[in-house]
């Protein structure tokens, strides 16, 4: 995985190389900078197991990045979640301002599709699917209906259900998770439903893991503020199931998303790895 | 122009019956509706020009009139230009929230991808070349780019230059009317270079006109506040040539944008006429 994350961060590097050194260029570079890189690997880890030539597979892995580090500038503004601090930096509209940061996340967004646009990003048919996949994931029927949900659950009055929690969930951490498990396929001309089975099983487990940790972990070692759905009452899987319910439940996706790699053997180690990653990572 | 207009706005409501009754969609609904869909209009026509189905040339219009909305709501935005009418209309903030514009322009652009990557938006060659283009046209080096210069220039503590401004309004409106243009030609598999003169012409025009009619024009009539530019001390064309010059400059690039579409004959008459409105337009 540390691997994965530098040749990202490295191709990042290069494909932003043909910006200035304006502000927007600045902002896209720092909000891609660190992090976890965990859908990026996830597309690297799929394309290789119909072995998809890597230097391919870094065009979603990038893209998804990008798509994932915009929906984080601007999940952090103040009109949203008013976070000032992000893998334990300050925020892009703390070190810059919010007219950047919307900006910033704006031109990330479009940098995500013209990366998947690229021609060395796959045939046009892969490139195409990669577009239109993308865009279902993360548009107004997936991340960014999952945020608003996010939002609507604040000011509804009541905690959310069990299964609320679950759709708003799936929508917007899921669906991210799921993209790059499928790129893969989309670029091996594979069947994708097995890598889908094993992604929303991961895709659900790392959001009971991030609940777990909000609780339990340690905010330095995070690398962002904990505590903060505790402290503002809002439902979590934790406090909708109680902690040993919580780690159960994340137990018996860890299973299912290893059951749900059967198909490709040994090959899909590094994804049952990452799975067990997932479930008890401390930041 | 008023029935595509109407193509327009019913292609983009067919579109977005998929989505549900969410705020997200009911504030991409609004944000899409009216205006002069002057970018869609130019789509239509520039693809009548090589005999591409209006059918396949909506998905082309609906994806520049998604793209010009988001970047409208976001500029709307209290952390950009704080405009609280639009189209005569309160704007999504407004109407909404600010969590709720940030999304519904976020929405809107994944949209105009989607949209692209639609399989009968063309092949899957030209719906490739289709989101390259408006990705480089939209990004880091595109409208964000214009719109962060935008910004820059009123901390800048000294009015721009006519070469700053015109760079400026190049990136900021220019681009995301020579998208349309070409993306005709790129439907039509024709060469797009008569078409990216004409588009640049008008795409000045069009702004040199915006400045214009901010210091003659009537608010009621242009649906949005006017005087602004003035009495932000702002450099504007009129400001910086003087409104006879200002005129003047906009009928010579009334005739370059004329000139550039003699190849086409007769057949390029309205568009003929459409450089005609965007200079004498009153709104």
Redesign the interface.
């Known amino acids: 995985m540390t691997d994965a994350q530098a040749q990202i961060g490295d191709f990042l590097s290069r494909q932003m190389a ?3 050194d ?4 600045a902002g ?1 570079r720092y909000a891609t900078q660190g992090g976890k890189r965990l859908r990026g690997f996830l597309a690297l880890e799929s394309a290789a197991l119909f072995d998809v030539p890597r230097d391919r597979a870094l065009y979603a892995a990038g893209a998804v990045e990008c798509l994932h580090a ?1 929906s984080l500038v ?1 999940d952090d ?1 103040p ?2 979640d008013d976070d000032d601090l992000r893998r334990g930096q300050p925020t892009v509209h703390v070190k810059w ?4 940061a ?2 910033v ?3 990330l ?3 995500a ?2 990366l ?3 021609e060395d990003a796959g ?3 892969e ?3 990669l ?2 996949s993308l ?2 994931a ?4 997936g991340m ?2 999952g ?3 996010d ?2 659950a604040e000011t509804a009055g009541r905690p959310l259900t069990l299964d609320e929690i679950t759709d708003l969930q799936a929508n917007k951490t899921g669906r991210l998770i799921e993209w790059p498990a499928q790129a893969g396929a989309i670029l091996g001309g594979a069947d994708p439903a097995p890598l889908r089975a094993y992604a929303k099983a991961i895709g659900l487990a790392f959001q009971i893991a991030d609940d777990i940790l909000d609780v339990e972990g340690d905010a330095a070692t995070a690398g962002k503020a904990l505590r903060k759905d505790a402290d503002a009452g809002k439902a979590t899987f934790v406090s909708l199931l109680g902690l040993p319910a919580a780690k159960s439940r994340a137990a018996n996706l860890l299973a299912e998303a290893t059951e749900a790699l059967q198909p490709y053997g040994d090959r899909a180690q590094t994804l049952r790895d990452l799975a067990h990653y997932i479930v008890h990572r401390d930041k």
């Not at 304006?22 to 260029?25: E, Q, S, V, W």
């Not at 301002?97 to 950047?100: G, I, Y």
């Not at 993360?138 to 029927?141: C, H, L, R, V």
Request: overall charge negative.
């Open positions: 043909q910006f200035g304006d502000t927007i260029a896209m915009y601007h503004l009109c949203m301002d919010e007219a950047t919307v900006l996340g704006d031109a967004q479009t940098f599709f013209e998947l646009s690229c045939t046009a048919e490139g195409l699917a577009v239109a865009a279902k993360s548009g107004a029927q960014v209906l945020q608003a949900q939002i609507a």
